[in-house]
């Protein structure tokens, strides 16, 4: 064995004794004939001395060392070391292997581009931050794990190399060398396995799925992912799903990020996250909401607000509990249309102030409030954009941690570019049993090609579908399936497939379904995203061990990377440029 002990283990309790330690050389010191090492493992760190002797060490080098463990002086303790208190005096060494010049030092000071730290990926996995995030995303999956083993579930594996079913992101796809001309696709998810597991009556299903996305980059996203993936069988309602899911997501978070959350969880309808957030993922460690003053406001004698109000819009203003300056406010009047008035003293300022009544003077003394005007969507989503950039730029969080369910979302959405009505989430959903005429309505306006009508309409059918909400970052998203096969091919001939489509996409769903499918529903959580919100990351990137750049480059493989024309050749592919 190349150590008798790690460097984490050496401490005051091992005194007097000979150890044998291996590691990374991460520190070097000389003084006088004396000098000083650091070595480095996983547990780790702890100094070596070397009297009157000067090994032929350089940084990164891999080591072992014997020794006899002795307290350092009062005046040579590091509180900042687990093994502050003590040092290894070296008695004999051997250098394991070699290291040329470092391009950065493995610590977690360092200021290194994020693209130099991915190329040079190994040595940024040494860094203690980048080793703490990794032992820490092993803890919750194996918490995760032991969790749902616990309740039943079994952890059951599908397909990675499987059908292209598109699911609105695009597919990565993979040539068949036997198949020529034919393709796999990587799984965006095992959606549709863990609906046909269920038919299979395997009853309770998770999985820590790899799952893959062809996607535009940002810092909570990659195209390949993990997730936890969860399905039941004899579910009916949300409540049935969230009641399983929300004690393991609470007690991850207490547990490793010491969350405080409690149970339940606040649930919100989707109608009422945007109404009062304009977000349907609305960071709730901020209290401020926005109002509805459409009433206090019709006839106040403002134009541009009569005008709105005069084709069905709605007036919503936000109180923000501090005053703003005026060029604060003029920075935000660049990127937003708003009135508003700043109350201060009792006395109100700004292009609002003169059509404020003395009771809303009085309520929001001390308070900056804005006023918008409008209607539909994309002005609630405006709303929601002005909520976060207020709360970011002027307010501090009330609390560290918030989360809360957002369900009853809208099972269609209107495609303004494509003309067209598509899923908002997965067609797989499950409508409310109750919303089920408008599902008439909305087909007999498809026939009619009534634009508006399947504007309005599809805002009315909602989906048994639950997202999960922390901190206002979407860490998960499920729903209660349609297990019914006549309901689910006509939810597919509504978004635009035909029969044949549907059989040539999801006929093994279909049949599945039509060979006695329980009622079911699951959840998918981001794995990455809770990890990295745990650690206190704010990009996946560095809980992920090998990521991919922003550009969707793998720099330490340096991938995607052309491929030999035999290979093309045999897959019976030829690249056109």
């Known amino acids: 064995m190349h150590r008798t002990h790690t460097c984490g283990d050496i401490d005051v309790s091992l005194v007097n004794s000979k150890v044998l330690v291996s590691g990374w050389v991460v520190s070097i010191r000389e003084m006088g004939k004396v000098n000083f090492i650091i070595l480095r493992d996983r547990y780790g760190e702890v100094q070596v001395v070397f009297e009157n002797k000067k090994p032929d060490f350089s940084l990164g080098y891999v080591v072992k060392v014997e020794g006899t463990v002795k307290k350092r002086p009062p005046e040579g303790v590091n509180p900042r070391m687990k093994s502050g208190e003590v040092e290894i005096y070296a008695e004999s060494w051997e250098i394991l292997n070699k290291s040329r010049p470092l391009p950065f030092l493995p610590e977690d000071d360092i200021d290194v581009f994020e693209e130099t730290r991915l190329k040079h990926r190994i040595v940024d996995l040494r860094r203690p931050k980048m080793q703490r995030n990794f032992i820490l995303r092993h803890e919750i999956i194996l918490f995760i794990r032991n969790y749902m083993s616990s309740l039943g579930f079994l ?106 959350l409690s149970s339940p969880l606040p649930r919100l309808s989707y109608l009422e996250c945007m109404d009062m957030y304009g977000s349907d993922k609305p960071d709730l460690r901020y209290s401020i909401r926005f109002l509805d003053w459409t009433e206090r406001f019709k006839g106040r004698g403002i134009n541009i607000v009569d005008r709105v109000l005069e084709n069905g819009g709605k007036v919503k203003v936000l109180r923000v509990p501090v005053k703003l300056s005026r060029g604060q406010i003029d920075k935000l009047l660049d990127d937003y249309k708003f009135m508003f008035a700043r109350i201060e003293n009792g006395k109100p300022s700004g292009n609002l102030a003169k059509f404020l009544n003395e009771e809303e003077i009085r309520e929001n003394e001390g308070n900056t409030i804005f006023l918008f005007a409008g209607k539909g969507l994309n002005f609630l989503e405006t709303l929601g954009d002005f909520r976060d950039r207020i709360c970011k730029e002027f307010l501090k969080p009330e609390r560290e941690w918030s989360a809360l369910w957002v369900k009853d979302f809208p099972l269609f959405q209107w495609n303004e570019e494509e003309k067209r009505i598509e899923p908002a989430h997965h067609i797989f959903t499950s409508p409310y049993e109750e919303d089920m005429i408008y599902i008439k309505r909305l087909k007999e306006s498809l026939v009619e090609q009534d634009e508006e009508g399947l504007k309005e309409i599809s805002l009315k059918i909602r989906g048994k579908q639950y997202d999960l909400v922390i901190n206002g970052v979407e860490l998960g998203s499920g729903s209660i399936r349609v297990h019914n096969p006549e309901l689910q091919k006509e939810l597919l001939r509504i978004i635009g497939l035909s029969d044949e489509q549907i059989q040539e996409r999801f006929g093994f769903l279909i049949n599945s379904l039509e060979m006695g499918a329980p009622p079911h529903g699951g959840i998918a959580l981001g794995i990455d995203r809770i990890v990295a919100m745990c650690a206190g990351e704010n990009s996946i990137r560095e809980v992920i061990l090998f990521p991919k750049s922003t550009s969707g480059m793998a720099l330490f493989e340096n991938a995607p990377s052309e491929v030999d024309k035999s290979q093309l050749d045999e897959l019976g592919i030829c690249i056109k440029t």
């Open 155 to 260: 952890e059951l594996e599908t397909p990675i190399l499987t059908k292209s079913t598109p699911e609105g992101a695009r597919d990565f796809i993979v040539p068949s060398r036997i198949h020529k001309g034919k393709f796999y696709a990587l799984p965006q998810s095992p959606q549709l396995y863990k609906q046909i597991l269920m038919a299979a009556g395997f009853d309770k299903y998770f999985q820590i799925a790899r799952c893959f996305r062809d996607e535009d980059l940002r810092a909570d996203r990659q195209p390949e992912f993990t997730q936890l993936d969860v399905e039941m069988s004899f579910v009916s309602d949300i409540e049935d799903i969230l009641k399983t899911i929300e004690p393991l997501i609470i007690e991850i978070f207490n547990r490793f990020a010491n969350a405080n």
